[in-house]
């Protein structure tokens, strides 16, 4: 599986907001200078995370975005699956896929249904705080 840039940046972007207070609206012209990430691709990843719920918007002269919630409460699965769907290994096992005819006798499909397990499941145990801390560590 590969995580294309546009999940690789929304984890920044969300790192971004989560370093400010809760209250505080963040633009994004900020973000992008903070990050060295374009404007204009942060507008595109915006848009689904706020779609989700995860971030909430504020207009006028402090407007920006901030998080919906404590960086606690999200995990890294989270924030990724708003971006891309489901994270899967392979087509076959996202839950809208067809059926796949072979998959009677797919003899490694075991392989491919344990490793979005584990992809998840760690995913899914890495909290936005976690990230924050590490790096603030980091620094």
């Known amino acids: 599986m590969k995580f294309s840039t546009k999940d690789r940046y929304a984890l ?11 209250d505080e609206f963040v633009p ?3 973000v992008s ?10 507008e595109q990843i915006i848009t689904p995370l706020s ?3 995860l971030v909430v918007s504020g207009r006028g002269s402090q407007g920006g975005y901030r998080l919906a919630r404590p960086a ?3 995990t890294a699965g989270e924030i990724l699956r708003a971006i891309e769907g489901e994270l899967t290994s392979i087509p076959c096992l996202a839950s809208d896929a067809e059926e796949c005819p072979r998959r009677g006798q797919c003899r490694t499909l075991g392989f ?18 976690d990230l924050r801390k590490n790096s603030d560590a980091a620094l």
């Open 33 to 42: 200078e903070h990050q060295d990430i374009s404007l204009k691709y942060l």
């Open 72 to 74: 606690s409460e999200y």
């Open 112 to 129: 491919w249904a344990g490793l979005n397990e584990v992809i998840n499941r760690y995913a899914d145990s890495i909290t936005l705080e």
């Open 51 to 53: 779609r989700a719920g």
């Open 28 to 30: 994004l012209k900020t």
């Open 12 to 22: 920044r972007l969300m790192l971004e907001l989560a370093s400010h207070s809760l």
